[in-house]
Structure formats: C-alpha cells, structure tokens
C-alpha cells in the first residue's frame, strides 16, 4: 500500500513521524510532494521518504492520498491531481472549511473522501483528530484510515455538522492553552519566579490536569470542586476568572473559530 501527501508542511510530517514510529508503516511506503523544493527535501532527508515537487506524480501511485494543503490553495491543488487519482483511492483531507461535498464536486466521480481535523500536539504524538467521511469509504476504508490517524494520537468520528466545531475546540485549541500557560508563567515572573521555572510548572500543571481528566473520567467542575478548599487560595482565584468572565471569554472564542471555519 502506498501512502501519498500533497503537502509536506508540519502536520503532514507530525502524521508520517506517527505512521512510521506508532502505525507500523515504512517509509519506504510513503511519498509526497510539496510546491517548495526545500520543504520537500527536508521531509525526506528527516523520514527517509520519496519527496518532490510534482502532485502528479503522487497521485498516480497513492493507495491513500492525503490531502495536507491549507484551505485557500485547495483549488489549484486539487486541479493538478484530480484525473491521476486512482479509483479506489482514499483520499483524507486536513483542510478545515472545506465540505465532502466540495472534494466530491472536485473529483466529479465516486470518491472515497475521508475530512478530518488533526491538532498540532500531533508533533509529539498526541494529536487530537476528529473526522468524518463520505457513502463511498468501506469498513476496510475505515480501518486503514484510523489506523493512519491514531498512530499520533487519538481520533474520534463525528457527523460532518460538527467539524467546523471540531476545529474551534480541538483544532485551534492548542493557541489558546498555550496563552493561558503563558499567562500562568508571566503571573509566576511578576511573583518572582524565574520564567524559565514559571514555563515548567504551568506546561506541567495544564499537562496533568488534562491526564488527571481523561484517566479518571470525571467531571470537569468535580475536578475543579477538589482543588477549591473552603475559604482557601483556590477559590479566591476561580472568583476573579468568573468576575472577568473567563469561561464566557473561552466560549466567545471558539464561536469566533467555528464561524471562521464554516466561511472558509
């Protein structure tokens, strides 16, 4: 089976580093192409891959084409592949905005197109990818398919009606938890801490409590009930997020997000 990206930007080396190291997949398997000669051979000097600048090329041989191009130049790219593509080709895409309906069209055939949202913790294994996929994907489709996408972290299917949410909780969440780190770390420097040592305790602190979540299955606000003690510290601050509305600030943000998804 032979594995082809158009585009070889980050999240498309984030998902070869998780197939080649997590998906027992070999390199030897997959290819790629990118508009950049640059990128293209530095992608194949770090995974040991087949890399140019010709999408023609990939798209003549891929089992399963992945699609790792940024919604604005899905067009053009589309153009110099869509009569290569194989029959039975699984075609997966990453771009957020863009439809089953748009690949569909695209294509002008049957073909089997997979959407999906990844997240840039992909780079170091845990990614969090959501998708979603056509009439024309099989169960065997299917398994190659989560194969691929939870070999650097972990997928969940969704209906297509919440991809565009996908992308403003999952996809573009990282940007925000890396702000509220960094704003943990400037209130630990302000207090005196080094910065250095305030980064290490606030990556460190968001990092467990993520895992404390996910490991224990409880509620976000039990969660939070255990660390506020009564008339303690930690109360005293969750005060001050609720008066300056914190958790409406987070909502507002991610329907920002979602809405710019779905005029992508």
Known sequence: MKIGFIGLGNMARAIIGGMTMNGGFSSEDICGADVLQTVADDAALTHFISAGTNNSTVAKVADVLILAVKPQFMDSALRTIKDEVKKDCIIITIAPGKALEYYEEAFGRKAKIVRCMPNTPALVGAGCTGYCYNENVTEADLEIVTRILNSFGKAFEVPESLMDVVVGISGS??????????????????????????????????????????????????????????????????????????????MDAVEACVNRSREL
């Open 173 to 250: 969440a990282p940007a925000y938890v890396f702000m509220f780190i960094e704003a943990l770390a400037d209130a630990g420097v302000r207090e005196g801490m080094p910065r250095k040592k305030a980064y290490d305790f606030a990556a460190q602190a968001v990092m467990g409590s993520a895992k404390l979540m996910v490991d224990k299955g409880e509620h976000p606000g039990v969660l939070k009930d255990m660390v506020c003690s009564p008339g303690g510290t930690t109360i005293e601050a969750v005060k001050v997020l609720e008066n300056r509305a914190f958790r409406g600030a987070v």
